[in-house]
């Protein structure tokens, strides 16, 4: 009742059926709920005003050495060289057939030489190897002897030739195995007082092989010269002739290639030995075939590849990661020549040359 002092204020004032339910998660506006937004807090990297370093100017970290790269790169050219030396070998490697012949009651030689694979037409390089012994004990250094043959040039031997003499009066004559080249001087030089002295013993006509002079060392000891062509070739060749170093009268002699009178015909070479080796009965023969001359450019072209592959090699394995292989290298191609070049120059230093 209103106005009665006695009534108590009332407690609370109750909205709903439960004054304790708990705050509505969500408004309903018709049929949709609203979900109520979460703070999501986001943020990026800024690279302003942040200097970086180049990774190609810090200190590389130091690695374990690795031994097996290193060593397998230390053999690589080594193992490279010897497959090059085998390609080389294989290339120039040539086949070759030998025999014996007697020479007939004419002191001639006939050897088959198309018997034995010789043709030179087939644009390989052949070459005829002979030998033979005699019982001439006037030539010196022996008595065996050896002559080339081969489809560029003649049949000729090498050999020491007595060629001359000095006599007692200074006087000296010579017998050249060669004519000297027309307008070529024949000279022989000798020592006296302790100075070197020339003798002029003619001139050449490209014909004549006979010379004579006077001469006027105490002994035997000088040695002479003149210029040749051999067999009509343009090249010109230089005969060298010296004394036997002994009292006079003393010998003189040349040493050089012999050309022996020979005819090829149908594969067939025939020839006569000089009189000298004319007690020679019996001649061998080995004939060597098969090498192509197309195969000079590869050849020579294998080493220069060779360099460049271990130069590659060595950069290649670097850049793929591969730095010990390429040390190891490094290590074969440079540093070991290096080394070995500086012993040989202090040995030579130390020893003399």
């Given amino acids: 009742m209103v106005g009665d002092s006695d009534s108590a204020p009332p407690a609370s004032i109750v909205i709903g059926n439960d004054a304790d339910s708990a705050p509505p998660a969500s408004i309903t506006i018709g049929n949709d709920a609203v979900s109520i937004p979460q703070t999501v807090f ?8 942040i200097a970086f370093s180049d990774s190609s100017l810090m200190m590389p970290a130091k690695g374990k050495m690795m031994k097996k790269q290193f060593f397998l790169g230390l053999l690589f050219p080594l193992i490279v060289s010897i497959l090059f030396a085998i390609s080389i070998e294989s290339l120039t490697e040539s086949d070759y057939q030998d025999g014996t012949f007697e020479s007939n009651e004419q002191g001639e030689f006939s050897i088959d030489l198309a018997e034995l694979g010789w043709n030179c037409d087939d644009g390989s390089y052949y070459e005829a190897n002979l ?7 006037s030539i010196p250094h022996g008595s065996y002897f050896e002559a080339y043959y ?6 000729r031997y090498y050999t020491n030739e007595n060629i001359g003499t000095i006599h007692e009066n200074g006087s000296i004559e010579l017998d050249l195995l060669y004519p ?3 307008g070529y001087d024949v000279i022989f030089h000798y020592w006296k007082d302790g100075n070197s002295r020339t003798a002029l013993l ?3 006509d490209g014909v ?8 006027d060392p105490d002994y035997c000891d000088g040695d002479g010269d003149y210029r040749y062509s051999l067999g009509g070739s343009s090249n010109d060749n230089y005969g060298w002739f010296s004394t036997n170093g002994g009292p006079r009268p003393c010998s003189i002699w040349e040493s050089g290639d012999i050309i022996i009178d020979s005819e090829l015909e149908d594969g067939v070479l025939t020839f006569k030995l000089p009189d000298t080796h004319s007690s020679a009965k019996e001649i061998n023969i080995k004939i060597y075939s098969g090498y192509d001359s197309s195969t000079d450019f ?3 072209v294998l080493p220069f590849l060779g360099c460049l592959g271990f130069i590659g090699a060595g950069v290649g394995a670097y850049m793929s990661g591969y730095k010990w292989f390429a040390y190891g290298v490094g290590a074969s191609v440079i540093v070991l020549p290096a080394v070995l070049f500086v012993v040989f120059i202090a040995a030579l230093m130390t020893y003399g040359f």
């Fill in 42 to 49: 986001s943020a990026s990297v800024s690279t302003e005003n």
């Fill in 131 to 137: 030998n033979w012994n005699t019982n001439n004990t």
């Fill in 150 to 155: 081969d489809c560029m040039g003649d049949l």
């Fill in 180 to 182: 000297p080249v027309d």
């Fill in 202 to 204: 003619g001139q050449g």
């Fill in 208 to 215: 004549n092989t006979t010379f004579s002079g006077n001469v």
């Fill in 298 to 300: 590869i050849i020579g």
